[in-house]
């Protein structure tokens, strides 16, 4: 008698494993053309999480693309304001009052004049 052994794995690493064998660690199956259920062998590659990750913005355009300043949809300062509270903190105004003006942390102004939160231009 056999004993039965149930696996579950999606269906792209079955093709990857039937085909190719195991799967080395810390590697995934990657699709080329970005549709999950096109698990042809000729469409799946293997890669790392960060070159999936690179292939998902740069091929395919897809997750974060360019999600900096007031491009960012949880931007809450657009470019103008940060080139004022840069100006303004240069003219000496306190954190704590630009903090208040625009509706944000005064550390968040900290990181905005120090040049780690956002571009100045």
Known sequence: MFASVRVNAMAHRLVWL???????????????????TDNRPSNLELATPEEQARHARQVLRRGRLDQFGSRNAMAKLTTEQVRE?????????????LAADYGVREQTISRIVRGDRRSRG
């Open 85 to 97: 509270i840069c100006s303004r903190r240069a003219d000496g105004v306190l954190l704590r009052v």
């Open 18 to 36: 039937h085909l190719n064998g195991p799967i080395p660690v810390g590697l995934t199956v990657n699709h080329k053309n970005g549709t999950k």
